[in-house]
């Protein structure tokens, strides 16, 4: 990952609420990116644009649902290739990281406030999580 990628990418994990910053900032998620790279035989540009493109989920600019799409078109991967590195990233990246944020968010007791936004958001968690 360039230093600028890095730098980029490290202004906009502050800008994430402080569990998600930690569960991001806890994984290392770079260098997993990166021997998943390597596994797929990326180029080292390559690798920073698969890199950016894991980043821009983690931090939640782009949906999942796009990510191999993304890889495909940005990194230059078929779409194969790119499918089997999503598949990669979701099970040794955002799965772990997920979880992470989850056990955080069922840990906490919740006051009422939050209970009533999370009956009303239909179920989304992200209602325990302070800003």
């Not at 994990?13 to 997993?32: C, D, H, M, S, T």
């Amino acid at each position: 990952m360039t230093e600028q990628l890095k730098q980029k990418m490290e202004e906009e994990i502050i800008k994430l609420p402080k569990e998600r910053q930690g569960a991001i900032n806890a994984f290392g998620w770079v260098k997993v990116t990166e021997e998943i790279g390597k596994k797929h035989l990326l180029t080292e540009s390559e690798l920073n644009d698969f890199q950016l493109e894991t980043g821009l989920v983690l931090i939640g600019l782009v949906d999942f649902s796009s990510y191999a799409l993304n890889i495909e078109n940005n990194v230059g991967t078929t779409e194969e290739e790119s499918t089997k590195i999503a598949d990669e990233v979701f099970d040794e990246v955002f799965t772990p990281i997920s979880k992470s944020i989850e056990s955080f968010v069922k840990s906490k007791d919740p006051n009422w406030a939050q209970t009533v936004n999370f009956i009303i958001s239909g179920g989304d968690y992200s209602t325990f999580i302070e800003q």
